[in-house]
């Protein structure tokens, strides 16, 4: 294949399954890499043993995907990301600019949290120690993460997704929000991208707004800005074919 490795990073919180529907099109196009991110799906959060454990921070992630990266002996590749996942890769941008030939973003945005913003995502951390999620992290997150026309018309995708939320370990959920709310704005790094770019925006994302997304394509030179009519924060599982349309835009 001509084309660079492709990484997909998952959103929060989900995992590598999210991809399921986009996997066979891409893999067709290209070596296709899905890794769980610590915490969540099949990846357990990292034991410290004696020594004092890391502040939860995306730059752990980011430098688990340099390390599998290094494993697979892939010296660069296209990185994609969903909300978190797009976190994730600016991340990545930042440590290694020299591993990135291509960007992909779906959902996701380019500034640091809010202060409440901040403290939301910190008080549902602390409830995932003390309660665990089952039984209300995907009551909460389900009318926001799926578009109005999904919820309505595609009931087995809401299914999937409760399913997933669901499998999730309280461990990883939790330190996912503390990573996410200890973020950097990323608007300098992504200004500094010379690598084919492609940003898309679900129509009725109630997470990530058009507008904001919009903003991400704007600060990366030259990047394309897709809006996916219809669809919501999920891209993948809402509009499989148009992901998989914009993602081959940058293989090209």
């Given at each position: 294949?001509?084309?660079?490795?492709l990484?997909?990073?998952?959103?929060?919180?989900?995992?590598?399954?999210?991809?399921?529907?986009v996997?066979?099109p891409?893999?067709?196009?290209?070596?296709?890499?899905?890794?769980?991110?610590?915490g969540?799906?099949?990846?357990?959060?990292?034991?410290?043993?004696?020594?004092?454990?890391?502040?939860?921070?995306?730059?752990?992630?980011?430098?688990?995907?340099?390390?599998?990266?290094?494993?697979?002996?892939?010296?660069?590749?296209?990185?994609?990301?969903?909300?978190?996942?797009?976190?994730?890769?600016?991340?990545?941008?930042?440590?290694?600019p020299e591993?990135?030939?291509?960007?992909?973003?779906?959902?996701?945005?380019?500034?640091?949290?809010?202060?409440?913003?901040?403290?939301?995502?910190?008080?549902?951390a602390?409830?995932?120690?003390?309660?665990?999620?089952?039984?209300?992290?995907?009551?909460?997150?389900?009318?926001?993460?799926?578009?109005?026309?999904?919820?309505?018309?595609?009931?087995?995708?809401?299914?999937?997704?409760?399913e997933?939320?669901?499998?999730?370990?309280?461990?990883?959920?939790?330190?996912?929000?503390?990573?996410?709310?200890?973020?950097?704005?990323?608007?300098?790094?992504?200004?500094?991208?010379?690598?084919?770019?492609?940003?898309?925006a679900?129509?009725?994302?109630?997470i990530?707004?058009?507008?904001?997304?919009?903003?991400?394509?704007?600060?990366?030179?030259?990047?394309e800005?897709?809006?996916?009519?219809?669809?919501?924060?999920?891209?993948?599982?809402?509009?499989?074919e148009?992901?998989?349309?914009?993602?081959?835009?940058?293989?090209?």
């Amino acid at each position: 294949m001509s084309s660079l490795p492709l990484v997909l990073l998952h959103a929060y919180p989900l995992d590598a399954r999210m991809w399921d529907s986009v996997r066979a099109p891409l893999a067709e196009r290209t070596r296709l890499i899905t890794p769980d991110q610590r915490g969540l799906g099949r990846t357990p959060l990292p034991e410290d043993g004696a020594t004092a454990p890391a502040a939860p921070s995306l730059d752990h992630a980011a430098r688990d995907v340099l390390a599998l990266l290094d494993k697979l002996e892939i010296d660069t590749a296209v990185v994609g990301g969903s909300s978190m996942g797009g976190y994730v890769a600016m991340a990545l941008l930042r440590l290694a600019p020299e591993r990135v030939g291509g960007l992909v973003f779906l959902g996701t945005k380019a500034t640091a949290d809010t202060v409440e913003a901040r403290e939301k995502r910190l008080a549902v951390a602390d409830r995932a120690d003390r309660d665990g999620t089952s039984g209300w992290l995907a009551d909460e997150m389900l009318p926001t993460l799926l578009g109005e026309t999904t919820r309505r018309r595609r009931p087995e995708v809401v299914d999937r997704v409760r399913e997933l939320i669901e499998e999730q370990p309280p461990a990883g959920v939790a330190w996912a929000q503390r990573a996410m709310a200890a973020r950097p704005d990323s608007t300098d790094v992504l200004r500094t991208a010379d690598v084919p770019t492609v940003v898309v925006a679900g129509e009725e994302d109630a997470i990530m707004s058009v507008d904001v997304v919009r903003d991400v394509a704007d600060t990366v030179p030259g990047a394309e800005f897709v809006v996916v009519p219809r669809a919501g924060h999920l891209l993948p599982l809402e509009a499989p074919e148009a992901v998989v349309e914009a993602v081959s835009r940058v293989l090209r």
